[in-house]
């Protein structure tokens, strides 16, 4: 069962999305702003997993709206 989740422009997306992060986040301003859903924890927080381009090697997570939905994996 794929769960979607919404994010900060109020579209959907699930596991396997392409993603942007937020433009207010860290990472956004040095560069990783594009990444691939790999999980989604549906908790009180919406926390979504993303493996981001530029940071292939490792997993971020955040609430759904710190990301939202740019393409079809």
């Known amino acids: 069962m794929s769960r ?3 994010g ?3 579209n959907g ?3 396997g999305n ?3 992060l937020h433009p207010r986040t860290d990472l956004w301003m040095r560069g990783a702003r ?3 859903v790999t999980r989604i924890s549906l908790t009180s927080a919406d926390r979504v997993h993303v493996t981001l381009d ?3 090697g490792r997993s971020f997570a955040g609430h759904a709206e710190t990301f939202r939905f740019v393409s079809e994996g």
């Open 4 to 6: 979607s989740v919404y």
């Open 8 to 10: 900060y422009d109020g």
């Open 13 to 15: 997306y699930t596991v």
């Open 18 to 20: 392409r993603v942007e």
């Open 34 to 36: 594009y990444g691939t």
């Open 54 to 56: 530029k940071l292939p």
